[in-house]
């Protein structure tokens, strides 16, 4: 009977005391010490985020995905002559002026190479030069090889694969060289009466071929 009064006394002042620091508990950590309760406070946001900020440029796609490296802009056979005139090298950089006056600074395989190698250049359905003139030059019409530097220096008429045939590059000086000669053609005709290269290539093609993107501008 004691044992019973006991635990009910028990229970009578010991539950008061548990919920009196259960709330002073809670209070506590909510308000700390100073009465601010921003402990107590909902965060602010949910803490998982739904939208991602939309603080990121937004992607590029297609054209302007990889910025494009400036480029100059210049007849084909302004190139041509420009490189050859600079002595037709093949690692050497050479300079050329552009359409709109810049110096610009060009080389044989990032810029001329493809004059020869590249099919719809010239025109819309070209074939490449190299579709006729390839490196099996006994075959090669004309045998002459345009598909290489070393093809081109060997220039045409090695009918035996000779390492070196009929200069095409007028020893450098451009106005004198054949390869002008069959690629300057107003209205699609050349001056030497023979036909334009690429064969078949329309009137309405500029003399001095495409303004093709080539070489690199000054740096600014
Ligand atoms: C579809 C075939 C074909 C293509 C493509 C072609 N040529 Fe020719 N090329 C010829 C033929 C055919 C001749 C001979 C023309 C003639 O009868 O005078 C020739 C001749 C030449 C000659 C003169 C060679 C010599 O010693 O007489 C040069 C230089 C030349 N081509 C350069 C080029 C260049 C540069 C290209 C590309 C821009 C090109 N050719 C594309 C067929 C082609």
Known sequence: MKDLKAIILGILVGL????????????????????TCYGAAAPLGTPIPTLIPASLPAPKVGADAAPLKPRCHVAALDLLGAWVSAGYQETEPFHFTDVTGLDCTANFKDDVQMLFITPNVWYDG?????????????????????????????????ANAEPKGN??????????????????????????????????????????????A???PPAQ
Do not use: E
């Open 167 to 212: 200069d095409i590059l007028g020893g450098g000086t451009w106005d004198q060289a054949l390869l002008y000669a069959m690629l300057y053609a107003p209205d699609g005709k050349t001056t030497i009466n023979r036909p334009a290269m690429p064969l078949g290539r329309p009137a309405n093609v500029p003399a001095k071929g495409p303004v093709i």
């Open 214 to 216: 080539a070489g690199i």
């Open 16 to 35: 008061p005391v548990l919920v009196i620091l259960f709330a002073f508990g809670v209070y506590y950590l909510g308000c700390g010490t100073n009465n």
């Open 126 to 158: 070209a074939p490449a030069c190299t579709t006729c003139h390839y490196a099996d030059v006994i075959k090669a019409t004309k045998n002459m090889d345009l598909s290489s530097y070393a093809g081109i220096l060997a220039g045409s008429g090695r």
